[in-house]
Protein backbone atom coordinates (compact mmCIF):
# COMPACT_ATOMS: atom_id res chain seq x y z
CA UNK A 1 0.00 0.00 0.00
CA UNK A 2 2.70 2.24 0.93
CA UNK A 3 4.71 1.79 -2.27
CA UNK A 4 1.51 2.76 -3.92
CA UNK A 5 0.89 5.47 -2.12
CA UNK A 6 4.02 6.70 -2.61
CA UNK A 7 4.09 6.45 -6.36
CA UNK A 8 0.90 8.54 -6.34
CA UNK A 9 -1.68 6.36 -6.31
CA UNK A 10 -5.03 7.73 -4.51
CA UNK A 11 -6.33 5.45 -1.83
CA UNK A 12 -9.77 4.35 -3.63
CA UNK A 13 -6.98 3.55 -6.74
CA UNK A 14 -5.16 1.28 -4.21
CA UNK A 15 -7.97 -0.13 -2.73
CA UNK A 16 -9.38 -1.18 -6.17
CA UNK A 17 -5.76 -2.52 -7.21
CA UNK A 18 -5.79 -4.67 -4.20
CA UNK A 19 -9.48 -5.23 -3.81
CA UNK A 20 -9.64 -4.05 0.05
CA UNK A 21 -11.86 -1.66 1.22
CA UNK A 22 -10.75 2.10 1.07
CA UNK A 23 -11.20 2.53 4.74
CA UNK A 24 -8.80 -0.07 5.58
CA UNK A 25 -6.19 1.32 3.21
CA UNK A 26 -6.54 4.83 5.04
CA UNK A 27 -5.95 2.97 8.53
CA UNK A 28 -3.31 1.11 7.04
CA UNK A 29 -1.53 3.94 5.31
CA UNK A 30 -1.86 6.11 8.22
CA UNK A 31 -0.47 4.09 10.99
CA UNK A 32 2.35 3.60 8.41
CA UNK A 33 3.45 7.25 8.42
CA UNK A 34 2.65 7.45 11.57
CA UNK A 35 5.66 4.50 12.66
CA UNK A 36 7.67 6.47 9.85
CA UNK A 37 7.31 9.82 11.67
CA UNK A 38 8.13 8.49 14.65
CA UNK A 39 11.21 6.46 13.33
CA UNK A 40 12.44 9.72 11.83
CA UNK A 41 11.71 11.92 14.59
CA UNK A 42 14.97 10.99 16.63
CA UNK A 43 16.73 11.29 14.01
CA UNK A 44 15.85 14.97 12.82
CA UNK A 45 16.99 15.79 16.40
CA UNK A 46 20.41 14.09 15.79
CA UNK A 47 20.36 16.62 13.06
CA UNK A 48 19.22 19.49 14.28
CA UNK A 49 21.90 18.66 17.61
CA UNK A 50 24.98 18.15 14.75
CA UNK A 51 23.72 21.35 13.01
CA UNK A 52 23.90 23.51 16.59
CA UNK A 53 27.32 22.18 17.13
CA UNK A 54 28.73 23.19 13.54
CA UNK A 55 26.90 26.87 13.65
CA UNK A 56 28.41 27.37 17.56
CA UNK A 57 31.82 26.66 16.25
CA UNK A 58 31.51 29.00 13.32
CA UNK A 59 29.70 31.70 15.63
CA UNK A 60 33.03 31.33 18.26
CA UNK A 61 35.20 31.78 15.11
CA UNK A 62 33.63 34.75 14.34
CA UNK A 63 32.06 36.57 17.17
CA UNK A 64 35.47 38.57 18.57
CA UNK A 65 35.68 39.98 15.13
CA UNK A 66 31.94 41.40 14.94
CA UNK A 67 32.59 42.84 18.45
CA UNK A 68 35.32 44.87 17.01
CA UNK A 69 33.95 46.12 14.02
CA UNK A 70 34.50 44.16 11.45
CA UNK A 71 31.81 44.16 9.41
CA UNK A 72 32.50 41.09 7.25
CA UNK A 73 32.78 39.50 10.19
CA UNK A 74 29.19 41.08 12.10
CA UNK A 75 27.32 40.26 8.74
CA UNK A 76 28.87 36.68 8.92
CA UNK A 77 27.47 36.33 12.55
CA UNK A 78 24.80 37.87 12.13
CA UNK A 79 23.89 35.17 9.55
CA UNK A 80 25.11 32.09 11.68
CA UNK A 81 22.46 33.72 14.53
CA UNK A 82 19.68 34.24 11.82
CA UNK A 83 20.35 30.51 10.49
CA UNK A 84 20.71 29.07 14.13
CA UNK A 85 17.22 30.37 14.79
CA UNK A 86 15.92 29.10 11.97
CA UNK A 87 16.56 25.44 12.42
CA UNK A 88 15.08 25.89 15.81
CA UNK A 89 11.65 27.60 14.75
CA UNK A 90 11.91 30.82 16.38
CA UNK A 91 11.28 32.61 13.08
CA UNK A 92 8.27 32.61 11.73
CA UNK A 93 7.38 32.17 7.77
CA UNK A 94 5.76 35.43 7.81
CA UNK A 95 5.07 38.27 9.58
CA UNK A 96 2.89 38.27 12.89
CA UNK A 97 1.53 41.92 11.60
CA UNK A 98 1.67 43.82 8.73
CA UNK A 99 1.50 47.83 9.02
CA UNK A 100 1.06 49.84 6.09
CA UNK A 101 2.45 53.37 6.74
CA UNK A 102 1.79 56.24 4.85
CA UNK A 103 2.55 60.03 5.23
CA UNK A 104 0.01 62.06 6.70
CA UNK A 105 0.11 65.90 7.18
CA UNK A 106 -3.30 67.03 9.54
CA UNK A 107 -3.63 70.43 10.64
CA UNK A 108 -6.53 69.20 12.73
CA UNK A 109 -8.44 66.06 13.09
CA UNK A 110 -7.81 62.97 13.85
CA UNK A 111 -4.89 59.77 12.29
CA UNK A 112 -6.48 56.35 12.52
CA UNK A 113 -3.99 53.69 11.36
CA UNK A 114 -4.70 50.00 10.33
CA UNK A 115 -3.24 47.08 11.78
CA UNK A 116 -4.04 43.98 8.79
CA UNK A 117 -3.55 40.46 8.78
CA UNK A 118 0.33 39.39 8.00
CA UNK A 119 0.09 38.77 4.59
CA UNK A 120 2.64 37.47 1.42
CA UNK A 121 4.59 40.97 1.40
CA UNK A 122 7.38 38.86 3.43
CA UNK A 123 9.73 36.55 1.78
CA UNK A 124 11.54 34.55 3.77
CA UNK A 125 14.11 34.41 0.92
CA UNK A 126 15.01 37.93 2.11
CA UNK A 127 19.05 38.20 3.26
CA UNK A 128 17.95 38.86 7.45
CA UNK A 129 21.31 40.89 7.01
CA UNK A 130 20.62 43.62 4.08
CA UNK A 131 18.17 46.04 3.74
CA UNK A 132 15.82 45.62 0.84
Known sequence: ML???????????????LGVDRALVHREIKRVLNDLAEK????????RGLQMERYTTL????????????EGATRTVLQIMHRISEINGVIPDKPLISIDQRSV??????????????SANYSSDKDPVQPT
Open 105 to 118: QLSQGEVTFSIEAA
Open 59 to 70: LSRWWGGALQGD
Open 3 to 17: ELYKGGATEREIAAI
Open 40 to 47: YSNLADEI
